[in-house]
């Protein structure tokens, strides 16, 4: 298996970090509490095992570049 690109990791990254915006996690205000919380729980599995595959935490500048 072809190891993914630092670049298209971090468009995963950038959106699960956009998923896990209050708005977004809670589909503002669609479903229940335990609804978005079972969300959450998912993305951040999700985040752990992006950062995992990175293989290092990435920096503000690369996940939100200019």
């Known amino acids: ?34 609804e978005a919380q079972m969300k959450y729980i998912e993305l951040m599995k999700k985040r752990k095992a992006l950062i995992a595959e990175l293989g290092r935490e990435p920096t503000d500048r690369e996940m939100y570049p200019l």
């Open 1 to 34: 298996m072809a190891k993914r690109t630092e670049l298209s990791i971090l468009q995963d990254l950038r959106n699960v970090e956009n998923a896990l915006s209050p708005e977004n996690l809670n589909c503002d205000g669609e479903i229940s509490a335990s």
